[in-house]
């Protein structure tokens, strides 16, 4: 089964930026990809996802300041994030989907705090 790692998360200040990478330990054709977030005492909420076809959606509250993308070759999503604010604090999770059984797997999440 294919692992997944986040990197990237750390403190910036509102209105910075910072790229997110999700790192598979084996190919990400076959999945559609995402980003979720989970803010403290929140549920886990979608960010934003892209299809093995590079179809993204986005939710409403990050549409215009994220982009997400992919490069299967190195097995790797992102997550660019600009204009940050406040309430995009929380922990950002990876989120896969293998198109064939459905199954989905989480990375462990890294940590995004935005605050002056």
């Known amino acids: 089964q294919v692992q997944f790692v986040e990197s990237g998360g750390g403190l910036v200040q509102p209105g910075g930026s910072l790229k997110l990478s999700c790192a598979a330990s084996g190919s990400i054709f076959l999945y559609t990809m995402g980003w979720y977030r989970q803010a403290p005492g929140k549920q886990r909420e979608l960010v934003a996802t892209i299809s093995s076809g590079g179809n993204t959606n986005y939710a409403d509250s990050v549409k215009g300041r994220f982009t997400i993308s992919r490069d299967n070759a190195k097995n790797t999503v992102y997550l660019q994030m600009n204009s940050l604010k406040p309430e995009d604090t929380g922990v950002y999770y990876c989120?896969?989907?293998?198109?064939?059984?459905?199954?989905?797997?989480w990375g462990q999440g890294t940590q995004v705090t935005v605050s002056s």
């Open positions: 989120y896969s989907r293998y198109i064939r059984t459905g199954l989905t797997s």
